[in-house]
C-alpha cells in the first residue's frame, strides 16, 4: 500500500490526472465534492480543470469513468468557464461514453449534453451529434438521435436546428440497423410535434411503408402547440414564467406570444434544398411552346409543369420562361393550355418565392385580363397562380397594375379582382397596407359596390370587409364617408366574417375554391408563411383584433391608415353620435325650418326678419343673436337658424350693419352647434359673396372659418373656392384665396385636395386682376410650406415671368417650416386629430406626388425602338438611346407602363462600348425622377443590373452608376433593393470594385432605415469574406459598413454567421465584430414630429398638451416617461422600435412613476470593499481591456444590479446612445443630492464612464466628461481619496480620450486630469500618464507629455516615478518622435523640468544623440529669451492647480495624499449662495479713508509741501456708481459657524466663474473692513491669498487668453481681488500670518500681473497696474518681515534660475527686495536672522559669485551685496552667531562674506561704511582719481542720454554732486534742451529722496505712486491726489476727507468709522509728519508718462526708465493733447519749485 499513500498525498487535480485508476476515482469523487462546494460560478478554482473535464469523460476504466461523468456533469452545470470545453468534451461524449454498455454512462453523457446546450453551447453539441451520426457504431448513432431526439423535446425548435437534423433524416430511415430506423422515426415524430407539415416535402421520398407508418404516429400526436420545458441560462425570466404557469395548473393565460412565436418558426421551404431546373428544360422547349399544334404546345408545357413541383427551386434568369407562359396565358386560345401554363406560373411562384418578385409586374395584369374565361378550372388555375405571385411581392408593387385592370368593363373580371384584393388584403398587417394604399383601392372598390352585377357587388363588400378588419375602422372609415348605411353595415358584416392569414378558417363568403391557397396550404404554396408581410401579421395579431382604433399608427414609419383622421375627424365618428348623423343631416323644408326657429326665438325676432325698417332689422338681428348666445349645443336646430338668416332679404341685405350681425351669427352658430355641410350649404354661397366687401369681409371670413372648423376645412375650401371662381368678382376670388392661405395655416394640410385647387390656382394666375395673381401666388407660398418642391412641378409651362415670380415666392419660403395646426383638432378628435395630421404632413409631398399628369408613353416604345436599342451597329443603338432620351423628356413625368423597354435598356448596360453605358446610366436616372415612385416595380430588372455596372473598371461609368442607384432609391426607398437574394447575389461576385461601391453605398444607405427585410442577413456571408478580401479598399468598406448591418441585425446573428467560416477566419471576424459593437450607432428613431404625436386617441385630458410633450419627446424621454396608453400610438416620445418602447409597454402604468421617485444609488454596506476583494481574489474579470467585450459588460451589470435603480440601469445599458445621454442627465442632477450613493457605486460609475469612452458618439462623451467633471468636484470637496481599484480601472481609459482629435474633448479631459490630482496623488497619476505616451495615437502622446510638464511644473520633481532620471529618460526618447507635436510637447514639457530643477536635467535625462540634444538645447534658450514671467504653459489649459512646492505648502497638507487645494477645491462647485445678492463690489475702491488708515513705519522727514492750484487736475475723477450695501448674512452670526462659512466663500474666490468670485471676494471684503469682525479672519489667510492666487493665475492663464470673455468682467475682478488684498494688508495682525510659500507665490502672481502687457491694452489696465504696485508696497511693509523677505529671496533665486523667466521679473523683485533694505533699520528686531542667513546661504550655494558674475545685469550680486552689508551695519560682529540654521557653512561664501564686511567696516569711518552701501559708489571713486573730471562728467552725460543707461548715469552724477558738491555740471546742461535740463534736475531730486533713506522705490521701482489717492479708476490722465485748489489759499488734507465724505454720502456707499481713522497721510510717511503724499514724485513721474507718451510719437531718443521698469508702456493722451499737457504741467512745476525754494 505504499504507493497508495503517495497518492493520496497529491492535490485533487492531479489525483485526477494519475496513472492509477484508483487515485483517479478517488480524485473524480473529490472533484465532484469539490464542485457541488463552490458557490461563486466564476471562482479561479474552476480555470484549473479546464483541460482536464475531456479526460474525465474519456477514462479507460469504466468504474472512474462513470464518476468522472458524474464529476464532469457537476462541472458544466457551474462552471463558469465549461463553455470552453465544449467541443473536445461533447466529441468524447459521442465517441467513448455513447458506446458503452452501461446504461448510466449514457445517460450521464446525454445529460452533458443537455447541460451544454442549457449554458448555451447547443450549437457546438449539435454539431458533435451530427458527426455522430456518420459513425459505423450504430450504439453511437442511436444515443446521437436519442440525445437529438430529447434535446428536441426539452428545448424545442427554437434552440436546436432543425435544418440539419432533416437533413440527415432520409438517410437514417434507409439505416440496415433496426434500432436506427426505430429511433429515427422517434425523431421524425418529436419533429412532427414542433413543425407539423412542414415535414412531410423532406421526407417524400423515403420507403412508403415507412412513410405509412410515421403518418399513423403523426395522426396520433396532440394539436395542442408544443412548449419548451427546459430552459438556456439567458431564459431565466421565461422560466420563471413557465413554472408559474404550470402552478396555476397548465396554461393559465396562455402564454400567447410564445405559442404565436413557436407555430410559424419553421418553414419547410427553409429544409429544402433548391433545386435547378432552367438547365432540365426540354431542349427544344421554345420551340415547341411556339407550335402551331396545341399538343405540342401542351407537351412543353407538361414539361415545365414536372420540373415547377419541385417545392423549391434555384434563383437564375427566368424571365424568358416567364415571357413565353405570360403569353400562353395572355393569347392562347386553348383554355387547357390556360389553365396549365397558370399552373407553371403558380409553381414558378411558389418554388422561387421573392426571387419571383421581379416578374410579377408583368404578369399580374396579364392573369387579371385572362379572368374573363367563365370555366371553372380556368379560374382557379388562375386565381392559385396569382395568389401564388401576390406572396412574391408586395400589394405596393403590383398595385398599379390591379387598379387599372379594376375599371375593366367585363363583370367577371372586376369580380374576380376584388375577390383577389379581398384574399391579398388577408396578408397584409397595418403597416403593409398604409392609407396611400388604402385610398386608391377603396375608391376602385366603391365603384364596385355600387355595380349593377351582384357578384361585382359582393365581391366589392368582400374586399371592403378585409380592408375595413386589417387596417381597423379608423384607417377605412374615412374612405368610406359617402356610403349609405345598409352598405355600410354589409361592409362590417363581411368584416366580421373575415379570417386574416393566421386565422384557422377563411372568410364564409369566399367560395370554398379561392380558400383554397390560403388555408389548405398545399406543399407548394406551404413555403408562404415565410413571406415577410405573413410574418408581420402573424406575431402582431393582438392588438389587431382588440383594438383596431387606438392602434392608430401602425408598427413602422410606413403606418399611416390612421392619417385622414384628422380630416374628418374619423376617429371620433366611430365614438360619437351625432358625427355620424350630421353627415347625412337631410334637407328641411323652409316651412319646418320656420317652425323650428319658432321654438328657439323670440316671436317679435321672426316677424321682424324681413321687415323694411333696415333699424328694424338690426333690433331684429340682435334679439336673434342673444338667442343664439343663450342655446345649447344640443337644442340649437342649425339648419333651421340658418336658413331663416337666409330668408328674404338674406344675403342681399343692403344695410352694412345688419349683414355684419348676420354674419357674425353664423360665425356662432356654427361654433355652437352640430353645424352639418347641409346648413353649411345654406349660408356658404353668401359668405362668398360678401368676402371681398370692404365692411362686411372680415365678418364673412369669420363666418368660413367657423363653417371650416365645423365641417372641416377640405370640404369647406373645396366648396368655397369653388363657388369664387364660377362668379367674376375679381375682388371676391382674391380675398376667398387669402382666406384659403390663411385656413391652411391655422388648420394645417391635411385632407386637402390638392388637384383641386390647382385647377382654380391655375385659373387665379391667369386672370387679369393683378391682386388675384397675388393671392394666388401667396396661396401657393403657403401650400409650400406643407407640400415643397414637388409643387412647382405643376407650373412648369407657366409663362416664365409669372414662373419666377412663383419661385420667389417658393424661396422666400424655404427654411421655414410649417406652423403646427391651431384650430380644426379641439372638437372632434379630442386629441386624435392631430394624430392624423402629423402623419398627413409627411404624405402629402407624394400624394401631390401623385396627382401629378403623367403621360403614358407605352405606345410610343414601339417593336422597332427597341430592336434599335439592341442593333448590332453602335450608332443605331445610339440612336435608340437618343430616342428614348427625348421620349422621357418630352412627357416630364410618365405612367409606369413602358412596355419592353426594361428588358432593352438592361441588355444596353453591359455593352461593350461604355459610352453608351453611360448613356443608358443617364436615361434610368431620367426614369425615375421621371417615373418617380412607381420605378419600384423596376427595381429587380433594372435597378439590380444597376449595381452590376459598380464593378465596372472605369471610375466614370461607376460614379454614373452610383448617381443612377442613388436616383433611384431616392425614389424607391432601400426596401426594394434589400429584399430578395439579388443583392448579396451582387455582393458575392469577386469583383473588388463592385465590392468596394456597394460596401460604401449600404454604409450610407443603412443607417437612415428604421427596419430592413430580414433578406440582409443573406449579404453577411459576403461581407465577411470581403473583410478578408486582397484589396485593401474593399476591407476598409466592409470594415465601414460592419456596424451598420449589426445596427439591423444584432450581434447575436452576426456572431451566429460566423460559425461557416475557417477558424483563422472566425477568430478574425469577431474580432472586428466586437469592435464594431462598440461603434455600433443606434437605430434613427422614428421622426420626431413638430406637435408630438404622443397624446393618443385616448382621453387627452389626463396627459400633458401634446405641446408640452413635444419639447421632450425628443431629446429628453427620459424625463416625461411615456404613460402606456401613449406609447401605443407611437410617435416620438417613446421610440416604436427599440427596447425602451417595449419596456414602456410591458410594464403597468402606476409603477412607472413612482419608480423614479427612489434614489438612483443605492448603498450597499460594504458593497465596494467586497466588490474589490473579489477583484483581487480573481473571482471576477479584472477591468482591463482594449475594447470592452461581453463578458465586461454583464458582469457590470450584474454588480450594478444592486446598487443601481433599475429603470437608471436599463438607461444605462440601452443600445440607443440617447439613452446614455438621459442616463447621465439624471446623474447629473442626482450629484449632489445622493453624495453618500454616489460615493457608494464610484468605482462602478467610473467603470461605466469607461465604457462610454469607447462610444463614437461626440453628445454622450461630451455629457460623460461634464459629468466627470462635476463629480470630480464633488469628491475633492468630500476630501474622497480614489483607491487604487478605482484609478486603475478608470485612468488608463480617460487618458485614451486625451487624444480625440475634437479640441473641447481634449481641453474637458485635460481639465479633469486636472481635477483628480486633488483626490488622487499626482505622483500616482504620473505613472498612469506616462503609460499614455506610449499610446500609438500621436495627439494622445503629446498631451500626455504637456501634462506631464504641468504636473511637474505644479508638484516639483518628486512627482516624477518611479524616480525623476528614469521618468526623464523616458520623455526624452519622444524628442525623437516623428510627429512635430510630440516633439514639440517632449520639448517643451523638458524645459519646464529645466526651469523647476536648472542644469541637473541634462544630468537625468542621461545621453541624447546629438540631434535631439541641441534641438533640446535650442530650445531650453529659445525659452530664456521669452518675456513672460510664466511658466510656459498653452493658454488653453486651466490651471487650476494649487502649485505647493513651496516649503509651506506641505505644512498645509492635511494627509499625505491630500493637497493644499482639497480645502480650496471644497465647495468650489456648490454654485454662487442666494444669498450673496448684492451685484459687483466696488470697483477699485482703494479709498482713501483706507490708504490714510496705514501707519507705515517708512521715516520720511520731508519739508511739508505748498498746497498748489491744481485742482483742475482733479476734474476728470469718476464718481463710483451709488451701491446700498447690505452686509451678507453669511456673516451675521460671525461666531457660530464662521470658520465654514469662510473656508465656503473662500473656496468660491478660485471659482472658475467670474460671478462667483466677485461675489465671495465682495464678502470678504466686508469682513475685512469692519474691525470688529476681521478678526474672524485669523486663521484663514494663507487659505484666502492662495485662493487669490490661484484665481490670478487663472485670469493670467485662461481668463485673458478667452476671445467671448468681455475684458470689463476681468478688469472687474482684478479691482475687487486687489482691493480685498488691501483691505487684509491693512489690518497687520492678519497680514503677519501670511507664510512664507504662500507669499512667494502671491508676489510672483503680483509681478507678473505687473509684467502682463495684456492688462496694459484694457482701457482700465493702467489703473489696474497702479493699484497693484499700491498692493505690492503694502505686502512689503505689513506681511510678516522674515517671511517676505524669505519669500522674496527664493523668488530671486527662482527667478534667476528660471530660463523662462524674464529679466524684467528678476529686475522687479530686486527692487522689492531694495525696499526691504531700506526698511530693515526699523524693522530689523523683529526679523528671524537665522533664518534669513540660511536662505541667502542656499541663494548663494546655488549662485556662487562666479556664476551670479555672468549674469547679463549686475544686478543680482549688487542686490545681495547690499542686503548683507545693511545687515552687517545694523547688527555688527553679534551677525556670525546668527548662522544657526546653515548645516555645512563650507557651502557657500556666506561666511567668509561676512567676515571680510565686517573687517572693512571696522577699517573705514562710519561715514564711509555709510556710502560704501550706496551702489557703485565705490566704482565712481575710482573713476575719479583716475580721469579728469571733464572727461568723468562728459562719461556721465553720455549715459543719462542713452535710453538703456540713463538711469545709472543720473544715480553716478548724483554720486558725484555728492562727493564734489563745488563740481560745477552747468556746461554740460547749457547745451541742452529746457526738458532734458528739467529731467536731470528731477532724477537728481527723486535720487536724493530715495537714498536718503526716506523716499521709496517709487520711481525707479516702477511701483508708481500715482495710485496715492485714487479710489475709483480714474481716467487715465488724473493725477489723484489733489495738491491746492483754484483759489490759490493753501487747503490741508483734512478739506478733503470732508469733501470725500459729503460725496460717498451723496453716491450711498459707507463712511463708517472713518472718523477714527487718522487723516490722510502719505502712504509711506510716518504719521508725525502729516504732509501730503509726495506731490513732486507724483508729478514727475506723470510728467515722464505723458513725456514718454509725446516721445512715441515723435520717436525721441530720451526716454524715462520708470515707465519701463513698472511694465506700464501704455500711451496716454494723444500726441497733441499730451503736449498741451506737458506745457502746462511744466509751468505748474516751475511754481511748486519757486515755491520750495
Not at 489 to 494: N, P, T
Not at 1047 to 1069: I, Y
Not at 1641 to 1658: A, W, Y
Not at 1998 to 2019: E, K, R, V
Amino acid at each position: 500500500m505504499g504507493d497508495d499513500s503517495e497518492w493520496m498525498k497529491l492535490p485533487i487535480d492531479q489525483k485526477c490526472e494519475h496513472k492509477l485508476w484508483k487515485a483517479r476515482l478517488n480524485g473524480y469523487e473529490e472533484a465532484l465534492k469539490l464542485f457541488q462546494k463552490i458557490d461563486d460560478e466564476k471562482s479561479p478554482e474552476w480555470s484549473k480543470y479546464l483541460g482536464l473535464i475531456k479526460k474525465f469523460v474519456t477514462d479507460s476504466n469504466a468504474v472512474a469513468q462513470l464518476k468522472g461523468l458524474e464529476a464532469a456533469l457537476a462541472y458544466v452545470e457551474n462552471a463558469h468557464v465549461a463553455g470552453k470545453t465544449t467541443g473536445e468534451v461533447a466529441s468524447g461524449v459521442v465517441n467513448k461514453v455513447f458506446n458503452q454498455p452501461k446504461a448510466r454512462a449514457k445517460e450521464l453523457g446525454l445529460d452533458i449534453c443537455l447541460m451544454y446546450i442549457e449554458i448555451e453551447k447547443g450549437e457546438a453539441v449539435q454539431e458533435e451529434l451530427l458527426k455522430g451520426l456518420d459513425n459505423k457504431n450504430p450504439k453511437i448513432i442511436v444515443a446521437c438521435i436519442e440525445t437529438l431526439r430529447r434535446a428536441l423535446s426539452e428545448f424545442g425548435s427554437k434552440i436546436i436546428s432543425l435544418k440539419p437534423i432533416i437533413k440527415v433524416l432520409p438517410k437514417l430511415f434507409e439505416s440496415r440497423e433496426k434500432a436506427v430506423r426505430d429511433e429515427a422515426k422517434l425523431l421524425a415524430v418529436e419533429i412532427y410535434r414542433w413543425i407539423r407539415d412542414a415535414l412531410r416535402p423532406p421526407l417524400q421520398n423515403i420507403n412508403s411503408v415507412q412513410l405509412k407508418e410515421l403518418e399513423e404516429e403523426w395522426v396520433k400526436v396532440s394539436s395542442a402547440a408544443p412548449k419548451q420545458t427546459r430552459f438556456l441560462r439567458s431564459q431565466q425570466e421565461l422560466k420563471a414564467k413557465f413554472e408559474q404557469q404550470q402552478a396555476v395548473g397548465g396554461d393559465a393565460d396562455g402564454g400567447g406570444d410564445d405559442e404565436e412565436e413557436a407555430v410559424p418558426q419553421v418553414d419547410a421551404y427553409e429544409l429544402l434544398e433548391a433545386v435547378e431546373i432552367l438547365s432540365k428544360l426540354p431542349k427544344d422547349f421554345y420551340e415547341k411552346i411556339e407550335a402551331k399544334k396545341w399538343q405540342e404546345r401542351k407537351e412543353a408545357l407538361e414539361a415545365v409543369e414536372l420540373l415547377v413541383k419541385n417545392p423549391k427551386l434555384e434563383s437564375g434568369d427566368y424571365a424568358d420562361l416567364v415571357k413565353v407562359l405570360k403569353k400562353v396565358v395572355g393569347k392562347d386560345t386553348n383554355v387547357m393550355l390556360v389553365a396549365l401554363a397558370a399552373k407553371c406560373l403558380a409553381g414558378l411562384a411558389a418554388g422561387l418565392r421573392k426571387k419571383f418578385g421581379q416578374y410579377a409586374g408583368h404578369v399580374v395584369p396579364t392573369i387579371l385580363e385572362k379572368f374573363k374565361e367563365k370555366k371553372p378550372q380556368v379560374v382557379q388555375a388562375l386565381q392559385e397562380a396569382i395568389d401564388a405571385i401576390f406572396l412574391t411581392t408586395t400589394l405596393q408593387n403590383i398595385s398599379e397594375d390591379v387598379l387599372a385592370v379594376m375599371d375593366n368593363k367585363n363583370p367577371t373580371i372586376k369580380q374576380q379582382t376584388s375577390l383577389f384584393i379581398a384574399r391579398s388584403f388577408r396578408h397584409c398587417t397595418p403597416s403593409t397596407l398604409p392609407k396611400s394604399l388604402l385610398k386608391p383601392f377603396c375608391a376602385a372598390l366603391l365603384k364596385h359596390i355600387n355595380d349593377s352585377a351582384p357578384e361585382v357587388r359582393d365581391a366589392g363588400f368582400e374586399a371592403l370587409g378585409t380592408a375595413l378588419k386589417v387596417a381597423g375602422e379608423k384607417a377605412v372609415n374615412p374612405f368610406l364617408a359617402d356610403v349609405d348605411k345598409l352598405k355600410l353595415d354589409r361592409i362590417k358584416e363581411c368584416a366580421e366574417k373575415v379570417e386574416l392569414v393566421y386565422g384557422k378558417k377563411t372568410g364564409g363568403t369566399a367560395e370554398k375554391k379561392e380558400g383554397k391557397p390560403i388555408a389548405g396550404k398545399t406543399p407548394a404554396l406551404s413555403g408562404t408563411g415565410g413571406d415577410k408581410e405573413t410574418k408581420d401579421a402573424a406575431t402582431k395579431p393582438g392588438p389587431l383584433k382588440k383594438a383596431p382604433a387606438v392602434k392608430s399608427g401602425g408598427p413602422p414609419k410606413k403606418g399611416k391608415p390612421a392619417a385622414a383622421a384628422g380630416v374628418g375627424g374619423a376617429g371620433a365618428k366611430g365614438k360619437k353620435g351625432p358625427e355620424t348623423k350630421e353627415i347625412f343631416e337631410s334637407e328641411l323644408s323652409i316651412e319646418v325650418c320656420e317652425e323650428k326657429a319658432a321654438a328657439v326665438l323670440p316671436a317679435s325676432c321672426i316677424q321682424q326678419l324681413d321687415s323694411g325698417n333696415w333699424k328694424e332689422r338690426l333690433a331684429c338681428m340682435e334679439e336673434f343673436q342673444k338667442a343664439v348666445e343663450l342655446m345649447e349645443r344640443s337644442e340649437m336646430p342649425c339648419q333651421a337658424l340658418v336658413r331663416m338668416l337666409a330668408k328674404k332679404p338674406g344675403w342681399k341685405e343692403t344695410n352694412f350693419q345688419v349683414m355684419q350681425m348676420k354674419l357674425h351669427i353664423v360665425a356662432l352658430i356654427a361654433q355652437k352647434g352640430n353645424f352639418s355641410k347641409t346648413s353649411a350649404q345654406v349660408v356658404l354661397d353668401g359668405l362668398v359673396d360678401k368676402v371681398g366687401d370692404v365692411k362686411c369681409g372680415s365678418n364673412a371670413k369669420e363666418a368660413m372659418t367657423a363653417i371650416a372648423e365645423a365641417c372641416q376645412l377640405p370640404w369647406t375650401a373645396e366648396q368655397v373656392v369653388a363657388m369664387a371662381f364660377s362668379q367674376k368678382n375679381p375682388k371676391n376670388q382674391s380675398e376667398t384665396l387669402n382666406w384659403l392661405s390663411n385656413a391652411i395655416k391655422e388648420f394645417g394640410f391635411s385632407g386637402l385636395n390638392v388637384k383641386a385647387f390647382i385647377s382654380n390656382v391655375k385659373t387665379a394666375l391667369a386672370a387679369t386682376n393683378p391682386a388675384v395673381r397675388t393671392s394666388a401666388i401667396t396661396l401657393l407660398g403657403v401650400m409650400y410650406l406643407y407640400v415643397g418642391p414637388p409643387l412647382r412641378m405643376f407650373f412648369e409651362d407657366e409663362k416664365p415671368a409669372l414662373l419666377s415670380q412663383i419661385d420667389a415666392e417658393f424661396e422666400k419660403m424655404q427654411g421655414q417650416t410649417a406652423p403646427a395646426p391651431t384650430r380644426g383638432i379641439s372638437r372632434h378628435s379630442g386629441g386624435g386629430g392631430d394624430d392624423g395630421e402629423e402623419e398627413e404632413q409627411e404624405d402629402v409631398a407624394n400624394d401631390v406626388v401623385d396627382l401629378l399628369p403623367r403621360t403614358d408613353i407605352g405606345d410610343k416604345i414601339t417593336a422597332e425602338l427597341v430592336s434599335k436599342i439592341g442593333d448590332k451597329n453602335w450608332k443605331i443603338r445610339k440612336e435608340g438611346l437618343d430616342e428614348v432620351t427625348s421620349i422621357i423628356n418630352d412627357a416630364k413625368f410618365i405612367q409606369p407602363n413602358i412596355g419592353e423597354l426594361p428588358i432593352a435598356l438592361k441588355s444596353r448596360l453591359n455593352d461593350s462600348n461604355k459610352i453608351l453605358v453611360q448613356q443608358t446610366l443617364s436615361i434610368l436616372q431620367q426614369l425615375a425622377t421621371a417615373m418617380g415612385p412607381n420605378i419600384k416595380q423596376h427595381v429587380k430588372n433594372l435597378g439590380i443590373p444597376v449595381i452590376t455596372v459598380l464593378g465596372d473598371s472605369k471610375n466614370n461609368v461607376r460614379a454614373a452608376a452610383l448617381a443612377t442607384v442613388n436616383a433611384w432609391a431616392e425614389q424607391t426607398g432601400m426596401k426594394e433593393w434589400l429584399e430578395g437574394e439579388d443583392l448579396s447575389e451582387e455582393l458575392k461576385k469577386e469583383n473588388p470594385f463592385l465590392r468596394q461601391e456597394l460596401l460604401g453605398w449600404l454604409a450610407e444607405k443603412l443607417p437612415t432605415l428604421r427596419s430592413v427585410p430580414s433578406d440582409l442577413l443573406l449579404c453577411v456571408p459576403h461581407l465577411y469574406s470581403c473583410l478578408e478580401d486582397r484589396n485593401g479598399d474593399v476591407r476598409k468598406k466592409a470594415q465601414d459598413a460592419l456596424p451598420f448591418f449589426m445596427m439591423h441585425l444584432g450581434f447575436e446573428k452576426m456572431a451566429k454567421a460566423t460559425s461557416k467560416l475557417k477558424p483563422t477566419s472566425k477568430d478574425q471576424v469577431l474580432a472586428m465584430l466586437e469592435k464594431a459593437k462598440a461603434n455600433m450607432p443606434a437605430k434613427p428613431a422614428p421622426p420626431a414630429k413638430s406637435s408630438s404625436r404622443v397624446v393618443g386617441g385616448a382621453a387627452p385630458a389626463k396627459f400633458q398638451p401634446a405641446s408640452a410633450l413635444a419639447e421632450d419627446s425628443g431629446s429628453n424621454t427620459m424625463e416625461s416617461k411615456p404613460d402606456p396608453k401613449k406609447a401605443k400610438s407611437g410617435g416620438a416620445s417613446s421610440k416604436v422600435k427599440g427596447v425602451q418602447g417595449k419596456k414602456v409597454l410591458s410594464k403597468p402604468n402606476l409603477k412607472e412613476d413612482d419608480d423614479k421617485s427612489g434614489p438612483i444609488f443605492i448603498i450597499v454596506p460594504n458593497g465596494k470593499e467586497q466588490r474589490m476583494k473579489d477583484e483581487k481574489g480573481l473571482k471576477v474579470l479584472k477591468w482591463n481591456f482594449t475594447t470592452p467585450r461581453d463578458e465586461y459588460i454583464e458582469q457590470l451589470k450584474t454588480q450594478m444590479s444592486t446598487c443601481v435603480a433599475k429603470w437608471l440601469q436599463d438607461e444605462m445599458f440601452h443600445a440607443d446612445f440617447q439613452h446614455h445621454n438621459k442616463a447621465l442627465a439624471v446623474m447629473i442632477e442626482h450629484l449632489e443630492s445622493e453624495k453618500e450613493g454616489v460615493i457608494s457605486c464610484l468605482d462602478l460609475i467610473l467603470k461605466w464612464l469607461t465604457l462610454r469612452f469607447f462610444d463614437t458618439n461626440t453628445s454622450v462623451l461630451m455629457k460623460a466628461l461634464e459629468y466627470l467633471k462635476l463629480l470630480f468636484n464633488l469628491l475633492s470637496q468630500e476630501e474622497y481619496h480614489l483607491t487604487e481599484n478605482e484609478a486603475s480601472s478608470f485612468i488608463p481609459y480617460l487618458i485614451l480620450k486625451v487624444g480625440e482629435p475634437k479640441d473641447v474633448i481634449r481641453k474637458d479631459v485635460r481639465a479633469i486630469l486636472n481635477r483628480m490630482c486633488l483626490i488622487y496623488p499626482a505622483s500616482k497619476m504620473f505613472t498612469f500618464i506616462m503609460e499614455g505616451t506610449k499610446s500609438k495615437n500621436s495627439k494622445q502622446r503629446a498631451e500626455c507629455l504637456e501634462e506631464l510638464g504641468c504636473l511637474v511644473e505644479s508638484y516639483g520633481m518628486n512627482v516624477c516615478q518611479p524616480t525623476p532620471g528614469k521618468a526623464l529618460k523616458e520623455m526624452a526618447t519622444h524628442i525623437g518622435d516623428r510627429d512635430n507635436t510630440v516633439r514639440n510637447a517632449a520639448l517643451n514639457t523638458i524645459v519646464t523640468v529645466y526651469n523647476v530643477h536648472g542644469d541637473q536635467v541634462f544630468k537625468l535625462i542621461g545621453n541624447l544623440s546629438e540631434k535631439d540634444m541641441s534641438m533640446l538645447e535650442e530650445r531650453i534658450k529659445r525659452s530664456a529669451k521669452r518675456p513672460s514671467a510664466a511658466p510656459v504653459r498653452q493658454v488653453e489649459e486651466k490651471p487650476q492647480r494649487t502649485q505647493n512646492i513651496s516649503a509651506n505648502a506641505s505644512m498645509l497638507r492635511k494627509g499625505p495624499a491630500e493637497d493644499m487645494s482639497s480645502k480650496l477645491n471644497q465647495n468650489r462647485n456648490m454654485g454662487s449662495h442666494s444669498e450673496t445678492a448684492h451685484t459687483v463690489p466696488r470697483e477699485f475702491q482703494l479709498d482713501l479713508d483706507e490708504i490714510e488708515n496705514d501707519n507705515s513705519t517708512v521715516r520720511c522727514e520731508m519739508p511739508a509741501l505748498v498746497q498748489h492750484k491744481l485742482d483742475d487736475i482733479f476734474e476728470p475723477v469718476l464718481i463710483p456708481e451709488p451701491k446700498i450695501r447690505a452686509v451678507s448674512p453669511h456673516f451675521d452670526d460671525m461666531h457660530s459657524n464662521t470658520a465654514s462659512t469662510i473656508n465656503f466663500v473662500i473656496s468660491q474666490v478660485a471659482s472658475g466663474d467670474i460671478n462667483t468670485s466677485i461675489q465671495a471676494l465682495a464678502q470678504i471684503d466686508e469682513v475685512l473692513r469692519q474691525e470688529d469682525k476681521a478678526e474672524a479672519m485669523s486663521g484663514h489667510i494663507d487659505q484666502f491669498l492662495i485662493a487669490t492666487f490661484m484665481q490670478l493665475r487663472l485670469i493670467y492663464n485662461t481668463h485673458m487668453a478667452d476671445e467671448k470673455l468681455d475684458k470689463d468682467e476681468i478688469v472687474k475682478l482684478y479691482s475687487c481681488i486687489i482691493g480685498s488684498m488691501i483691505s487684509l494688508f491693512q489690518i497687520e495682525s492678519l497680514a503677519r500670518e501670511a507664510s512664507t510659500g504662500v507669499l512667494k507665490d502671491l508676489m510672483h502672481g503680483l509681478i507678473t500681473l505687473m509684467l502682463d502687457s495684456r492688462v496694459e491694452d484694457l482701457e482700465e489696465g493702467e489703473q489696474v497696474i497702479r493699484s497693484v504696485n499700491l498692493l505690492v508696497v503694502k505686502v512689503l511693509e505689513k506681511s510678516d518681515q522674515t517671511n517676505i523677505l524669505s519669500a522674496l529671496l527664493v523668488l530671486l533665486q527662482d527667478s534667476l534660475l528660471a530660463t523662462a523667466s524674464s529679466p524684467k521679473f528678476s529686475e522687479l523683485v530686486m527692487k522689492c527686495l531694495w525696499r526691504m533694505v531700506r526698511l530693515l533699520p526699523e524693522t530689523i528686531n523683529s526679523i528671524n536672522l537665522d533664518r534669513i542667513l540660511l536662505d541667502i546661504h542656499i541663494f548663494m550655494k546655488v549662485f556662487p559669485k562666479e556664476k551670479l558674475k555672468q549674469c547679463k545685469s549686475e544686478f543680482p550680486i549688487r542686490t545681495l551685496k547690499t542686503l548683507l552689508h545693511t545687515l552687517c551695519k545694523l547688527k555688527g560682529p553679534k551677525i556670525l552667531d546668527h548662522l544657526t540654521m546653515i548645516d555645512n557653512k563650507n557651502e557657500s561664501e556666506l561666511e567668509a562674506h561676512l567676515c571680510r564686511v565686517m573687517k572693512h567696516s571696522m577699517d573705514q569711518t562710519g561715514s564711509k561704511a555709510d556710502k560704501d552701501t550706496e551702489k557703485g559708489a565705490s566704482r565712481i571713486e575710482e573713476k575719479a582719481s583716475k580721469a579728469k573730471v571733464n572727461d568723468i562728467l562728459a562719461e556721465i552725460f553720455k549715459k543719462i542720454g542713452s535710453k538703456e543707461n540713463t538711469k545709472e548715469g543720473l544715480a553716478e552724477l548724483y554720486e558725484y554732486k555728492k562727493k564734489y558738491s563745488d563740481a560745477d555740471i552747468e556746461p554740460f546742461l547749457k547745451n541742452s534742451s529746457q526738458f532734458f535740463q528739467s529731467y536731470v534736475e528731477r532724477g537728481l531730486r527723486l535720487i536724493e529722496t530715495e537714498r536718503e533713506g526716506k523716499g521709496r522705490i517709487a520711481a525707479s521701482t516702477g511701483i508708481s505712486p500715482q495710485m496715492e489717492g485714487t479710489c475709483v479708476p480714474a481716467s487715465t490722465h488724473t493725477v489723484s491726489s489733489s495738491i491746492g485748489n483754484t483759489n490759490g489759499e493753501e487747503v490741508g488734507p483734512s478739506v478733503y476727507l470732508e469733501r470725500l465724505k459729503i460725496l460717498r454720502q451723496r453716491c450711498g456707499l459707507d463712511n463708517a468709522k472713518q472718523e477714527d481713522r487718522p487723516p490722510l497721510t502719505s502712504l509711506l510717511s510716518k504719521p508725525a509728519v502729516p504732509t501730503v503724499a509726495s506731490s513732486t514724485d507724483m508729478l514727475h513721474s506723470k510728467l515722464s508718462q505723458l513725456r514718454e507718451s509725446r516721445e512715441q510719437y515723435q520717436h525721441l531718443d530720451l526716454d524715462s526708465n520708470q515707465t519701463h521698469s513698472s511694465g506700464i508702456g501704455t500711451t496716454l493722451a494723444s500726441p497733441s493733447s499730451a503736449a498741451a499737457n506737458i506745457d502746462d504741467l511744466k509751468k505748474r512745476l516751475e511754481r511748486i519749485k519757486s515755491s520750495r525754494k
